[in-house]
């Protein structure tokens, strides 16, 4: 029997979402770049920071205490490094012919051609960076908070591990459709995101008018709003919603005409933690296919639990943020793989 070690997963989660992201973003060279990945990582970091501390100023004098903010600071570095590193990769595709979305059909190219094609002046490290800082921190902490609940609660641990064995037989490997078969997964990663979303309001939004509402609520012009995330901790709405059921949405999905309804991609007045509506965000497809990529591998090459006799760990609150706690050492020891995972994909 291997040995457990500490891992503290919160601090690793990030960098494993990075290099996943950066290979559909910037391409295969890129995303085992060491600087680069420290840059994706720390960018959203800084940046986040940046945000918390210019808020702290009267608006007035934003403009100028920028350019002396360590926060602020740091982010004009990592943006100077990583235009270095996207314009060699630009110049190197250029050079041998590859700077097209049918050479190398990465995120690159496909900014490359839309720029070209609506005659635009795009700066890639820009957009590069911009996907790192929407992409990498809110997958991670999604990841987390499920990890940290299967630690919790591990008797869902091999129910999930037979589904993936399950399904990667009926569809001779991992494939896309594979993803959307994992019912119960898709159920487990929703009822975590339910009781741990990642903010405690969503939806923000300002009155570009006077708005009155049905109940007499009068909305002012200017006005900014967000809707409360209440409603997903709401009886009437979840009942028994303090427990933990990972089958909550999976039950669901089994009732007639439900089967799309309940997905973890899915939106909904009920669960907003993508958004919902037009702003309903666009990634959300992407975040959830490798969280659960991700998730496959970590469920049948691991067995993790808790340091020590404690339960789930809350999230930390901070304004509206909901952070899962970044001190939690997690036990892992590796395990055999009930199959082949170098052949997933393949």
Known sequence: MLDWEPHNFFRGAPFMIARLSSLVFLGENSCRDVEWLNI???YTIDAFQATRELRLCPSIFR???HWILPSTRKLRKHLHAAREIVSKEIEKRAASRQLQAHESPDALNWLHEASESFNLGFDQSYGQIGLSLVAIHTTSSLLTNVIYDLAAYPEYVQP???EIEEVLAEDDGLK?????KLRLMDSV???SQRINPLALAFLNRIAERQ???SDGTVIPK???IVVSAHTFMDEAVYPNASHFDGYRFYNKRLEPGSQHSYQLVTTSSQHFAFGHGVHTCPGRFFAVNESKILLIHLLLKYDWKFKGERKRPKNIEFGIESIPDPSIELLFRSREPEIDLTALGE
């Open 40 to 42: 994706s990582v720390n």
């Open 63 to 65: 403009p100028l205490i």
């Open 160 to 162: 999930l591990r037979d």
């Open 176 to 180: 896309k459709t594979s993803l959307f």
């Open 189 to 191: 990663m929703k009822e």
């Open 211 to 213: 708005v009155s509402l």
């Open 222 to 224: 200017g006005a900014t």
